[in-house]
């Protein structure tokens, strides 16, 4: 059975940060993309990050650019995200999902149907 499962969320002041992980079981994750959303109450989901197979370049929401940092460790089968500089607009459940068709590019280009999704952790900012 394939499971994602996120973890390192929390509560957080304005200017905190969070480094979020994505722990893969069941699965390989160094052949898949490895992408994050968010999603806050009332909105739609918001594609954040994506960190890509191997040497591929990863992608960043213009929202977030600069304050996030998204990578992975294949022998840990493990994603990252981490979160610097937090604004309360940050405030949402993220979600990582994995991919393995078209990588970080699927994701630019809208894509909605993902290999794997994990259950999301919460991220509060306070201001």
């Known amino acids: 059975q394939v499971q994602l499962q996120e973890s390192g969320g929390g509560l957080v002041q304005a200017g905190g940060s969070l480094r979020l992980s994505c722990a893969a079981s069941?699965?390989?994750?160094?052949?898949?993309?490895i992408m994050w959303f968010r999603q806050a109450p009332g909105k739609e989901r918001e594609a954040v990050s994506c960190?890509?197979?191997?040497?591929?370049?990863?992608y960043y929401a213009d929202s977030v650019k600069g304050r996030f940092t998204v990578s992975r460790d294949d022998s840990k089968n493990t994603g990252f995200l981490q979160l610097d500089n937090l604004k309360p607009e940050d405030s949402a459940v993220y979600y990582c999902?994995?991919?393995?068709?078209?990588?970080?590019?699927?994701?630019?280009?809208?894509?909605?149907?993902?290999?794997?999704w994990g259950q999301g952790t919460q991220v509060s900012v306070s201001s």
């Open positions: 069941g699965v390989t994750l160094r052949n898949y993309a």
């Open positions: 999902a994995a991919h393995r068709s078209g990588g970080c590019v699927y994701m630019q280009l809208g894509g909605n149907e993902y290999d794997y």
């Open positions: 960190v890509g197979e191997r040497d591929a370049p990863s």
